[in-house]
C-alpha cells in the first residue's frame, strides 16, 4: 500500500467548475511534488515544494494552483481547466527537503476528466 | 536539457531475462533512477545508481556507466506480473536537481 493518499481517484469536471486534488503523506517527508502523467507518456514534473515553500513551478499555467497548508498536505486547485488538461495527477513526496534527493514515493493518482 | 532515450516497447516470455537500456545526456549527472508503473497505477521505485557498477535487488539489477551515459534494468526470471512500464529517470544538478523520465518501456510478459 503506497504511504501518499490521493483523493479524489476520479474526478469528472466541467470547464467552469473549481474542484481540488488533495494529497497527504506521514513519513516526514519535507519535499512534495505534483506530476501530471498522459496517457502512454512519463509523469511531467508541474510543482515542487520544499519545507513547505514553493521551489519549482514549471511554467505551469494559472488554471492550476497548489498550495500546501502545512507538511504533511499538498493540495492542487483547479479552476477554468480545458479538456486538454484531462490526466492522471501523481502527488509523490521525498524525504529530504533538498529537491528529488532521495527516491520519490508517489501516489495512486487523481485521474481527472475535463469535459 | 537532458536526453533520455528506452526502447518502447519489448516482449518476453515468462522465466526469461529482459534488459532495458537508458541513454542518457545531462550536464550535471547526480543519480539514475529506475521505476515500475503498471498501467493505471502509480509509479514504484525499483532501484537507484548513482556510482558505476551493478546493483542487485533479487531478481531485478540496475548497471549505470556515466562516461557513457548508459543504463540498465535486468528482469530475471521473468514473471506474468512484470508485465509494467519501466521508467528510466535521471537527476541533474545542473538543472536543480530535477527528476526527468525517459518515455518509460512497456515489457509484455508472454507465457
Known amino acids: 500500500d503506497t504511504e501518499v493518499t490521493q483523493t479524489p481517484k476520479h474526478l469528472v469536471m466541467g470547464m467552469t467548475n473549481k474542484k481540488s486534488l488533495k494529497c497527504e503523506q506521514h513519513?516526514?517527508?519535507?519535499?512534495m511534488y505534483w506530476y501530471k502523467q498522459k496517457a502512454k507518456k512519463p509523469p511531467e514534473l508541474m510543482f515542487v515544494?520544499?519545507?513547505?515553500?514553493?521551489?519549482i513551478n514549471e511554467s505551469v499555467p494559472s488554471r492550476f494552483s497548489p498550495e500546501c497548508p502545512n507538511s504533511s498536505l499538498l493540495n492542487l486547485h483547479l479552476h477554468a481547466l480545458q479538456p486538454e488538461d484531462s490526466a492522471l495527477y501523481l502527488c509523490?513526496?521525498?524525504?529530504?527537503?533538498?529537491?528529488?534527493?532521495?527516491?520519490?514515493?508517489f501516489g495512486e493518482g487523481s485521474r481527472l476528466t475535463v469535459l | 536539457g537532458q536526453n533520455i532515450d528506452q526502447p518502447t516497447e519489448m516482449t518476453a516470455t515468462e522465466g526469461a531475462i529482459v534488459q532495458i537500456n537508458c541513454t542518457y545526456q545531462?550536464?550535471?549527472?547526480?543519480?539514475l533512477f529506475w521505476y515500475q508503473q503498471h498501467a493505471g497505477e502509480a509509479p514504484t521505485f525499483l532501484s537507484y545508481?548513482?556510482?558505476?557498477g551493478l546493483e542487485e535487488k533479487g531478481r531485478f539489477s540496475s548497471f549505470l556507466s556515466r562516461s557513457k551515459g548508459y543504463s540498465y534494468l535486468l528482469l530475471k526470471e521473468l514473471q506474468m506480473k512484470d508485465s509494467a512500464s519501466y521508467l528510466c529517470a535521471v537527476r541533474d544538478r545542473a538543472a536543480g536537481n530535477k527528476l526527468t523520465f525517459g518515455g518509460g518501456t512497456r515489457v509484455l510478459v508472454k507465457p
Open positions: 515544494y520544499s519545507y513547505e515553500k514553493l521551489s
Open positions: 545508481n548513482v556510482l558505476d
Open positions: 545531462t550536464s550535471g549527472f547526480n543519480g
Open positions: 509523490a513526496s521525498s524525504q529530504d527537503g533538498g529537491i528529488h534527493t532521495g527516491e520519490l514515493f
Open positions: 513519513m516526514g517527508h519535507r519535499a
